[in-house]
């Protein structure tokens, strides 16, 4: 391949936050912030409206990006486990084809990054006030506010690759991460604001799980005791806007972090060669259904922002509403560098998807599947199911099976089970035929717990 050929491969810049709800960015509507820099996204490039994790927790999700695999294909179905350093990664493939690359940021895959030509990581969780970092060589402390580090050192790489080659950067922020710690320059940011609830945000616990606004949070998260004799409704309430703002005061630092760095792309003539995405691992809850964190199969956290800016061939200002997961930005990436795909990959690219136009047989389902069934923490049961345009089928297989149906087109909030209802019975009866489909497509065989 000549020079002039790599020069043509676009550079790819892909940011990813951390618990960074679609509900908390205002390109997708948000009743409670605005995130000026990442609309600049949707405006200038492409929002998906549909897209999804396919097991809504950090380290599976980060390792389903890297793969393009489900997590029982990459043995990541779990915080406690971690990925194999002969794992096959986009970033391997990249690098092995002339690209730069480099990770920066939140790792959480428990081994050292491979893949990656440079990389400066968080251990672990990693700390929003004068972090350590591992880097090839040792490990290191720095001044300052976790997001702006990670901005400060994504600019600093960028401004020292060879602009012969194309790259290919991971910038992955820790925030808005619980505990939710504010950078100094949003430390006031909505004082004498009241934040708006949600619909749900009295609604009683399902499946016993211990994610409940006020209840089940700790004094870290909530930066003080509650208010002496608070239970209850009056709790929920005051430890909802104690965390609401604290959560949106960090989205607001990552913003910022994503200005400067499309300024800098601007500036640098790199712009219009440049694939540009914003995504977060997962989705998160901000009080729907009276619970923050993530995990369940319901839409807060099931639902990942997407957006992508790449001038040359995504039209600005457009929206895509096909079925898009995790596991298919490897392949995209791929496809983006004029790779083909790893036969290993349970994703599909959707780059052509990005320009407007649906791939001939697009899906027309997603499977997902939680594995770490009833942590000590959390209290989440381990459960799968399927979701299509129009409905959600989730099995909790444990103590007998229980089933959940949603009409996500007539209760898009999914507050009304109608599973059992008998005008749902063919919606039943298709969707639990789609689920064994999905189930031996990835070759998937759920336990009963």
């Keep these: 391949m000549s020079m002039m050929q790599y020069q043509r491969r676009p550079n790819i810049l892909f940011i990813m936050s951390d618990d960074h709800a679609a509900q908390a960015i205002s390109a997708y509507g948000s009743k409670i912030n605005k995130t000026p820099n990442i609309d600049r996204l949707a405006r200038e490039g492409v929002k998906a409206e549909n897209c999804f994790c396919t097991n809504s927790i950090c380290t599976p999700s980060r390792a389903s990006i890297l793969t393009g695999q489900y997590s029982h294909k990459n043995g990541v179905k779990t915080l406690n486990d971690k990925l194999a350093p002969e794992s096959r990664s986009v970033a391997k493939y990249l690098q092995g084809n002339q690209y730069q690359t480099a990770m920066i940021g939140k790792w959480h895959l428990g081994t050292e990054p ?189 639902r990942m922002p997407f957006l992508a800016r790449y001038p040359q061939e995504i039209p600005a200002g457009s929206v895509n509403r096909d079925l898009l997961l995790n596991v298919d930005f490897a392949h995209t990436f791929l496809d983006f560098a004029g790779l083909g795909r790893d036969q290993y990959m349970d994703g599909e690219s959707f780059r052509t998807n990005l320009q407007g136009r649906t791939v001939d047989n697009w899906r027309k389902s997603m499977y997902y599947r939680y594995w770490m069934h009833d942590d000590p923490d959390h209290h989440v049961p381990g459960h799968y199911g399927v979701r299509t345009a129009e409905h959600k089928l989730i099995c909790f297989p444990m103590n007998g099976v229980k089933w959940e149906l949603y009409d996500l087109k007539q209760d898009p909030e999914e507050l009304r089970n109608v599973y059992g209802e008998p005008r749902y019975a063919d919606v039943v009866k298709r969707l639990g035929k789609e689920l064994i489909r999905l189930q031996h497509k990835y070759g998937d065989e759920p336990a009963h717990f």
């Design 114 to 302: 491979q893949g990656f030509d440079f990389w400066r990581i968080l251990p672990g969780q990693g700390a929003y006030y004068d972090p350590v970092f591992l880097e090839q060589g040792g490990k290191k402390q720095y001044q300052g506010y976790c997001t702006d580090l990670i901005t400060d050192f994504t600019l600093d790489w960028l401004k020292g690759a060879d602009r012969e080659r194309p790259f290919f950067l991971m910038c992955h922020h820790k925030a808005p991460h619980r505990a939710w710690d504010p950078g100094p320059k949003y430390r006031d940011f909505l004082k004498d604001v009241l934040v708006a609830e949600p619909r749900s945000l009295h609604e009683a616990v399902r499946h016993g799980v211990k994610m409940r606004v006020g209840e089940d949070m700790t004094e870290r998260d909530l930066k003080q005791k509650p208010p002496a004799g608070l239970s209850g409704k009056g709790l929920r309430e005051w430890a909802y806007q104690v965390y609401i703002k604290d959560y949106l005061r960090c989205v607001q630092s990552v913003d910022d972090s994503v200005g400067r760095i499309l300024d800098y792309l601007d500036q640098s003539g790199q712009r219009d060669n440049t694939l540009v995405v914003y995504t977060s691992d997962q989705g998160f809850f901000l009080g729907e259904h009276g619970l923050y964190d993530k995990r369940l199969m319901y839409e807060e956290a099931l």
